[in-house]
């Protein structure tokens, strides 16, 4: 609920609330958590810029496409195809 509400950090009269949303929107502001969707509502080009570096902030926000990192090949696990189950059954 906080990071909601960091946005509105100048409104809260009670200190506590102010000193704490205070703190969420400054880590906000630094994009140390740019793989949020408040992140991406607030500042979208700054998000669509990281999303070109990090492939999984581009996949947390759905902007995959974006990403110029290539994608890991696919490690293809080693085992039985269910074909050579049934026939065994």
Request: net charge positive.
């Amino acid at each position: 609920m906080i990071i909601n509400a960091a946005p509105l950090t100048g409104l809260f009269n009670l200190r506590s609330w102010a000193n704490d949303t205070k703190k969420v929107w400054d880590k906000l502001e630094k994009s140390a958590d740019d793989r949020t969707h408040l992140a991406y509502t607030i500042w979208p080009d700054q998000v669509r810029d990281v999303c070109k570096k990090d492939r999984f902030i581009a996949i947390a926000h759905g902007l995959e496409e974006l990403c110029e990192v290539e994608k890991p090949a696919s490690k293809k696990k080693g085992g039985r195809s269910r074909r050579n189950k049934k026939e065994k059954s």
